[in-house]
RNA sequence: GGCCCGUUCAUCUAUCGGUUAGGAUACCUGGUUUUCAUCCAGGACAGAGGGGUUCGACUCCCCUACGGGCUACCA
C-alpha cells in the first residue's frame, strides 16, 4: 500500500515550486491508487507564520489537489497531523537513541558553538560539530557521567545530537538520481532534539514518516545533502527494513539570471510564485496569485507538470486525470527548470479556449454587470463567441474588449490621425445614411453596403474599415468588423457611429 | 572554501551507442482574418570545452568550465 505524504513548513505562503513537489507527490500517489497524506511541519516556533497552514490547504484545494489525512480532515487514523502537536513523542526516540550509543546530549550555548567553528576556521578546517571535535564540547561523551545525570536532573538546556560515525560512506538509491554516496566526515553531528523539547526536521521527519508508513518520500532537491543522515536515522532506529523510497525533485529556477526561483522575483518579473494572493500579516505587504490574475488552476497545474517532467510523446496537454495516468517518477528530469512566462500564457490561452460559453458567461457577468450597467444580457453569450479564441485570460472579455458591452470611452488617436483624411468624414456619414436605411444587419449584408458605396465612389472597400472599427470600438484591432456590427445591431452600431464623427469632429484638426 | 547534484535550440523538453538530433513556447517570413490577440504553412536556432572507451558517441568514463543545492538548536 502506497502511502505518501505532503510535508510543508508553515512559515510563509506555498510558492508556486511547493505546488510542483505537491503535484507530483499527489500525481505518483493517485497513480498508484496510494493514500495522499498532508503534514505541516511547523518545529520552528520562532519562524511559524498565522494563516500559512491555511494558505496552504486553501491553495492546494484550488488546485485540485486533494489530501486523504491530514490536520484539516477528520479522518485519518496517525494523527495527529501537525508536528507541533506531536512533540511529546519525540524526546523518547532521540533518547533511545542515546542509550543506543547512536546520540549524546550537548550542552554547548551560542557562544561555545561560536568559539569552536572560529577556531576550526582559524586552522583552516571545516567549522562542524563532528567525530573530532565533540571530543573537546561540552556533552555527555565528555563530561563525567554523573555530572550528566546532575545536569539531566536539573533540567538543564540540552540538546540531543546524532553521534555520527567516523569516516563512513553512506550511500542510498534515488528513484530521480540513482545512488548516492555521501561520506560521514562531509557530514555533522546534527541536533535531533532542540532544547526546547521539538525535534529538528531530521528527527520528526524520520519517525513520522515511519510511524504514518511513509513509502515515498518525493521532496525538493535542497534535501539531498541530508538524506544520508536520515538513511542514518533509519539504521540506527532498526527501521531501514522499512525505510521509504527516496526521491529528490529539481527545483524551478528564476526565468532570467540565476538562482532558485524566490518571493521576490514574482511581482518584478510579470508573473506570480504564489498560487493564491497573499498579504503578509506583519508587513501587509501583497503578493499576487495566479488565482487572482485570472489563471485557470488546471491550465497552472498543466503547465507546472510539465516543469520537469515529459513524456516519451511529446504530449504537452493534460487534464488532472490524464497527468495522473501519464505520471512517471522515473521520468522527471534531474536538472533545474526554468519559470517561462510565455509558455504559462500560453497554457492558459489553450484552458480558456475549452471553457464552454455558458461557464465563461457566468463568470465574467457579475463583473460586467458592476462595469457596464447596460450591457444586454442577452448577446453576452454572443460576445463571448467573437472574443473567445482570442483571450488568454477569462477577464480578457472585459478588459481588453469593453466595447462589447459598451460605447467607448475613448478613441485610439494614433490610428485615427494615420488613417483619417478630409475625406472620411463625409463617407463616415454617408455610410450611416445608408446603414440606417437597411433592414438586414447580417454580416454579410453590411459588408455588401461598404463594399457598394466603395465601388460608387471608385474606392477600395479596405479604406474605410479602420474609420468604422476605430468609431464603433475605440481601437485598432478587434473580432472581424461586420460580424462585430451584427452583434452591436443596427441601432447600436449607427449610434455609436453618429457618436463618433460628432466627437472626434470636435478633437481632430481642422485640417483634417 | 568544502561536499553533493546537474549541463541538448532563448525557454520547457524528446533521444535510453548508429536519427537529416524530434516537438512545444517565444522569435522571423508567408497565407487567411483586408484589423488583431486567433488560425494555417514555412524558417532560423542546440548536444559547454577537452580527453578517453568504441567500428561508431548527445548518449558510457575522466578532467575542466559553468549552473544549482547544502554547509543552523530553519525547514
Not at 546534527?190 to 518520500?217: E, F, Q, R, W
Not at 525538493?220 to 521509504?244: I, K, T
Request: with cysteine.
Amino acid at each position: 500500500m502506497v502511502r505518501v505524504r505532503f510535508a510543508p513548513s508553515p512559515t510563509g505562503p506555498l510558492h508556486i515550486g511547493g505546488v510542483r513537489t505537491a503535484l507530483y507527490n499527489y500525481l505518483f500517489t493517485k497513480k498508484n491508487k496510494g493514500t495522499f497524506i498532508l503534514r505541516i511541519e511547523d518545529t520552528d516556533q520562532k519562524r511559524y507564520v498565522p494563516g500559512a497552514e491555511q494558505y496552504i490547504i486553501d491553495s492546494l484545494t484550488w488546485c485540485g489537489i486533494t489530501f486523504d489525512e491530514g490536520p484539516h480532515l477528520s479522518s485519518g487514523e496517525y494523527a495527529p497531523y501537525r508536528q507541533s502537536e506531536r512533540k511529546g513523542m519525540y524526546k523518547q526516540y532521540a533518547e533511545d537513541l542515546v542509550k543506543k550509543g547512536f546520540a549524546y546530549y550537548a550542552y554547548d550555548t551560542d557562544e561555545d558553538l561560536d568559539n569552536m567553528r572560529k577556531r576550526l576556521e582559524m586552522s583552516k578546517m571545516l567549522p562542524k560539530y563532528d567525530a573530532v571535535s565533540r571530543s573537546s564540547m561540552v556533552n555527555s561523551l565528555t563530561l563525567p557521567a554523573d555530572e550528566v545525570q546532575k545536569r539531566l536532573a536539573a533540567n538543564e538546556d540540552v540538546v540531543i545530537r546524532l553521534k555520527l560515525p567516523r569516516n563512513e560512506d553512506v550511500r542510498f538509491f534515488d528513484e530521480i538520481r540513482g545512488w548516492v554516496v555521501i561520506n560521514t566526515t562531509q557530514m555533522d553531528d546534527k541536533v535531533l532534539l532542540k532544547s526546547d523539547g521539538m525535534p529538528t526536521y531530521h528527527l520528526a521527519n524520520v519517525v513520522d514518516d515511519y510511524l504514518m508508513k511513509i513509502t515515498h518520500v518525493i521532496r525538493g532537491e535542497e534535501w539531498l545533502p541530508s538524506a544520508p543522515l536520515h538513511v542514518l536515522l533509519y539504521r540506527y532506529f532498526g527501521w531501514e527494513d522499512q525505510m521509504p523510497v527516496f526521491a529528490h525533485l529539481p527545483l524551478l529556477l528564476k526565468p532570467d539570471g540565476n538562482g532558485k526561483l524566490s518571493k521576490r522575483d514574482g511581482d518584478r518579473l510579470g508573473f506570480p510564485v504564489f498560487p493564491l494572493q497573499w498579504q503578509d500579516p506583519i508587513t501587509h505587504e501583497i503578493s499576487s496569485g495566479y488565482k487572482e490574475v485570472g489563471y485557470e488552476s488546471a491550465a497552472v497545474l498543466n503547465m507546472l507538470a510539465l516543469l520537469g517532467w515529459h513524456t516519451a510523446d511529446n504530449r504537452e496537454l493534460f487534464s488532472l486525470p490524464e497527468l495522473i495516468d501519464a505520471f512517471e517518477l522515473s521520468r522527471v528530469n534531474k536538472s533545474g527548470a526554468k519559470f517561462d512566462l510565455q509558455k504559462a500564457y500560453w497554457f492558459n490561452q489553450q484552458y480558456v479556449n475549452k471553457l464552454p460559453i455558458e461557464e465563461i458567461a457566468d463568470r465574467i457577468r457579475p463583473i460586467v454587470k458592476e462595469k457596464y450597467p447596460k450591457y444586454n444580457e442577452h448577446k453576452l453569450n454572443d460576445a463571448i463567441a467573437l472574443m473567445k479564441e482570442k483571450a488568454v485570460f477569462v477577464k480578457d472579455f472585459f478588459e481588453k474588449a469593453p466595447y462589447l458591452f459598451h460605447i467607448p470611452a475613448a478613441y485610439d488617436m494614433d490610428v485615427i490621425t494615420k488613417k483619417w483624411n478630409a475625406q472620411t468624414f463625409e463617407d463616415l456619414n454617408n455610410l450611416l445614411l445608408a446603414m440606417q436605411s437597411i433592414e438586414d444587419f447580417s454580416a454579410i449584408s453590411i459588408e455588401n453596403l461598404v463594399t457598394n458605396y466603395a465601388q460608387k465612389n471608385n474606392q477600395k472597400p479596405t479604406q474605410y474599415f479602420q474609420p468604422l472599427r476605430i468609431s464603433l470600438t475605440g481601437e485598432a484591432g478587434g473580432p472581424p468588423l461586420f460580424e462585430l456590427m451584427n452583434y452591436l445591431g443596427k441601432a447600436e452600431s449607427c449610434n455609436r457611429l453618429s457618436f463618433a464623427i460628432n466627437k472626434l469632429k470636435n478633437h481632430l484638426p481642422s485640417e483634417l
